[in-house]
């Protein structure tokens, strides 16, 4: 009943509006809309205004006239929907065989991406003849291709990108077809017949599954091809005949075992952009390569190329070569060349000193060459006003102390030096790069205290800062732990699926977008005792490590305010005192190393709230007293506690309240125990076989790790506890002797 009174109001005002000439909206379509949006969902997110709100907001009974709908579009004359766009509209649910929406017979163009629909595409898409644009891109469709499209003789446009199909496309019906884009699916097998849609422009099928060998022959057809991506799409590449796509803008061919630069790209003037990472070329660029002058955007990474030699960089903005075998100094050509946005030459072995040249490119935003072998100073070159953002020198061999122009770089939110030589105390000009996110200062020659800051809250953006494996010293630097505004209070939902990474998207004086992708940052951490490389970083990973320092002094109890921390890493210092009980409101930690200090006093029992923690490493301290009992710390090891003989309770066998027993009965002293105190031959047998394994892991970790500074760190650590017991079997002697003088 309802529904015939809604048709009478529609058709009452159709035929209202038609008298005063105005073509509206037929009432079978504003019905089938209708219908259409009651079948799926909206999922709650605000509408602060109307660019926010989902298309499908305006639709609604009481506005009968679907032509004035967000997301409608209707003939000018008949009033017929002929399109509809309601991509970025926030719906969900399942499109039925059924669906209202298959009865819109004049629709030409459907745009239903980016939205959150689910289930199988519906295979009754005979009776949409007219359709001549179908997207379905990024949603959560599943099952396999629909092989009624493949009937719609005038359909140009086709994407279903960013999906979960799978199983073998099927045969190809029709040549109208101009723009293919299956790419991100799992489709496992594409049809001989894609050879004769010598119409199509665009064909993007990577990132699947499929398999065999794919020869370039399949597409000498289609003569006006601008775009090609099969990137790791499980196909090989074979290029064998001698052809041409002289239109062709785009070609992306990672991971497609290709071994050559393929030759028919000499011929493709409007090329600009060239993805071949990920595959097997070696030896050089060919010669002929250098007179592609339309290069913009070059990928060769991951391959076994060994020179830089007739790269055209005249017009080049992004340059990936990381990870090949290139060596040498950096040629000549690269100064002249101001365009370069983003330089990726990590993971060689290129060699000589950084040029100057190659600090001042005015629009360079990201700068990576860590791993190779770089040697003496970082040019004081970086320009005012630079757009530098990310800067990875690490696992070099870079002398001299910081370059006080990085001031200029006022964009920069990553800064990684680590592993190299460079000896200079603490940059703490530094703070006025408000937007540094990430300071990667290990394994240099660093040396003093951490001081002399002259603002109250350095570093309000910061999420990882290690200074490990140095030289430091003085207390904990309190000033920089209270600027560390990004490790307190972090909203997780908002940043959780954010990287530390560069958005590269360059758009032509037309708009048109020209390149898009990202510069994903990766670094080496110690995290949870291993050494590990993040090949992306979240940013709500966040982490401190001072370790194998010489800072001395009390842990401070401010960095219980450090609430966002994951990861605190304190060990090899000369720190004393007792850890503080304020670290209980770090909730969030996961791994905290305060071994190899001078702490004394007992565990806090607060600690065992804690209960994302994971790894917690007090060895090697003067610690006494019972080892807090929780569901957490009774998953921790004996080897956590290592070093401290005071210690007692779980997992350790020194059970709480039974005293060792001693011949000779001795005053209580005040002074905290060693870890080589109170030795006995039991001791002695049962620190033999613990020695045995120690000392193997010892000889690995030095192996690991740069020797000298592990001997060294040893030597001192014991022969500060052989000082300790000297002083204390001094002064035990001096009481007795008093004893019996009186």
Not at 219 to 226: D, I, K, P, R
Not at 295 to 311: M, W
Request: proline share 5%.
């Amino acid at each position: 009943m309802e529904r015939i009174v809604l048709s009478l109001i529609v058709v009452l005002f159709e035929v209202v509006c038609f008298s005063f000439g105005n073509p509206l909206c037929s009432s079978h379509d504003s019905l089938a809309l209708l219908q259409f949006k009651h079948s799926l969902n909206v999922t709650d997110g605000g509408c602060d205004n109307n660019e926010d709100c989902p298309k499908t907001a305006s639709w609604n009974s009481t506005s009968m006239d679907c032509c004035r709908w967000g997301g409608v579009t209707c003939n000018n004359f008949t009033g017929q929907v002929i399109g509809l766009d309601l991509s970025y509209s926030r719906l969900e649910g399942a499109i039925h065989p059924n669906s209202s929406l298959f009865q819109l017979r004049h629709l030409q163009t459907l745009d239903l991406s980016d939205n959150h629909l689910e289930g199988e595409i519906p295979d009754v898409f005979s009776n949409l003849q007219m359709l001549t644009h179908f997207r379905l891109a990024d949603n959560n469709f599943t099952g396999p291709f629909p092989s009624s499209l493949m009937n719609l003789t005038k359909l140009q446009v086709l994407s279903l990108r960013s999906n979960s199909l799978s199983g073998p496309l099927p045969e190809f019906k029709t040549n109208s077809l101009q723009t293919l884009d299956l790419s991100r699916n799992q489709f496992s097998a594409i049809p001989q017949s894609l050879r004769h849609l010598f119409n199509l422009t665009h064909v993007i099928l990577g990132h699947n599954k499929l398999s065999g060998e794919i020869r370039a022959e399949m597409f000498a057809s289609m003569t006006n091809l601008t775009i090609l991506d099969l990137s790791s799409s499980g196909l090989s590449w074979s290029s064998n005949i001698n052809t041409t796509f002289p239109l062709l803008r785009s070609l992306r061919l990672g991971s497609c075992r290709v071994k050559d630069f393929p030759d028919f790209i000499l011929n493709s003037n409007k090329l600009s952009i060239l993805d071949l990472s990920e595959n097997e070329i070696h030896g050089q660029f060919p010669k002929w390569f250098g007179g592609l002058g339309a290069l913009q955007f070059l990928n060769v990474s991951h391959n076994f190329l060994t020179s830089l030699e007739h790269i055209p960089l005249e017009t080049m903005m992004v340059l990936d070569l990381q990870s090949n075998s290139l060596r040498g100094p950096l040629p000549s050509p690269f100064c002249p060349s101001n365009t370069l946005s983003v330089i990726n030459l990590s993971y060689n072995n290129l060699s000589a000193e950084i040029p100057n040249c190659l600090l001042t490119f005015s629009w360079l935003r990201v700068l990576d060459l860590q791993a190779n072998n770089f040697h003496g100073p970082i040019p004081n070159k970086f320009p005012k006003n630079s757009l530098l953002s990310h800067i990875n020198l690490s696992k070099n061999q870079l002398e001299g102390p910081i370059p006080t122009s990085l001031l200029n770089c006022t964009a920069l939110q990553v800064l990684d030096l680590g592993n190299n030589k460079i000896r200079d105390t603490f940059p703490t000009w530094l703070e006025m790069l408000q937007e540094l996110e990430l300071l990667i200062l290990k394994s240099n020659r660093f040396y003093g205290p951490i001081v002399a800051f002259k603002t109250e809250s350095p570093f309000p953006n910061m999420k990882i800062f290690d200074l490990s494996d140095n030289s430091f010293t003085g207390s904990l630097p309190m000033v920089v732990q209270k600027g560390f505004k990004a490790m307190m209070n972090m909203d997780a939902h908002k940043s959780g699926l954010e990287y530390h990474e560069e958005p590269l998207d360059f758009v032509g004086y037309g708009g048109e977008v020209l390149y898009s992708g990202l510069y994903v940052e990766s670094v080496i951490l110690v995290m949870k005792n291993q050494e590990i490389k993040f090949n992306k970083i979240l940013k709500i990973f966040t982490t401190i490590d001072l370790s194998r320092n010489k800072f001395e002094g009390e842990i401070p109890k401010f960095i219980g305010n450090l609430n966002s921390l994951l990861l605190l890493n304190l060990s090899h210092n000369n720190l004393t005192g007792h850890i503080p009980i304020e670290m209980r409101n770090m909730r969030t930690l996961e791994a905290l190393d305060l071994s190899f200090n001078q702490l004394t006093g007992k565990i806090p029992v607060e600690l065992a709230s804690l209960t994302f923690l994971a790894v917690l490493n007090l060895s090697h301290n003067h610690l006494v007293g019972p080892i807090p009992q929780s569901n957490q710390f009774n998953t921790f090891p004996n080897d956590f506690y290592l070093g401290n003989s005071e210690l007692c309770g779980f997992p350790l066998s020194n059970e709480c309240g039974k005293h060792k027993s001693a011949s000779v009965p001795v005053e209580q002293e005040e002074d905290e125990p060693s870890f080589l105190s109170e030795m006995t031959w039991q001791s002695v047998l049962i620190g033999y076989g613990c020695g045995l394994t120690f000392g193997f892991d010892i000889v690995y970790l030095i192996y690991l790790f740069e020797w000298p500074r592990w001997c060294i760190d040893s030597f001192e650590t014991i022969t500060r506890e052989m000082i300790y017991i000297v002083l204390r079997g001094r002064k035990r002697r001096r009481r007795n002797f008093h004893r019996r003088r009186h």
